[in-house]
């Protein structure tokens, strides 16, 4: 008797066993997708422009904000022209945000006949610099950059057109 219900006992593990291996395994199917959409673009729709000016005695600052106000410091004078904030088209994938980011350091200005030279430092942008600032809402954004011109005096920064460039950079978040 005693054997079989060992024997009896052997199957029920068996069974339970078995029964437990086929509940412990299940298989399921899933889905991957993926999506491209469109490359982020930017072009330059007008150039930093600092007007027109003389640097005087001791020269000083122009500081051009995002939004195309001008100001001075120092012996700096205004002598009129055109002077403008930067601004770049963004385009991309409609609604998409992206991050934009302004020249690190300074930039260098030179005179195309001398060499000699101003820089353009304190970089700000509408909207501001950083990690998804920036929204392509219809698909494109504009954004302005203004800086801060520094100008030596007369001997320093003699007559004539400085020019030099600087990027800014957009990315998809």
Known sequence: MRNVFLFICCILVCLVVGISRAEAQ????GTATAEIIEALTSREVSPLNFGRFSPETQ???IILSPDGVQSVQGTVVLAGGTHSSASFLVSGQYEA????????????LTNLQ???????SDWQSSPAPGVGM?????GSMTIYIGATLNV?????????????????????N
């Not at 945000?97 to 260098?108: N, R, W």
């Not at 920036?134 to 219809?138: A, H, I």
């Not at 030596?152 to 998809?172: L, R």
């Open 26 to 29: 299940v298989t399921a199917t």
């Open 59 to 61: 020269g000083g600052k």
């Open 97 to 108: 945000t992206f991050t934009i980011s302004l020249p690190l350091g300074p930039v260098v």
């Open 114 to 120: 001398n060499e000699k030279t101003m820089i353009v």
């Open 134 to 138: 920036g929204k392509l809402v219809g």
């Open 152 to 172: 030596g005096d007369m001997n320093a920064n003699p007559v004539g057109m400085y020019a030099g460039t600087f990027t800014v950079t957009c990315a998809y």
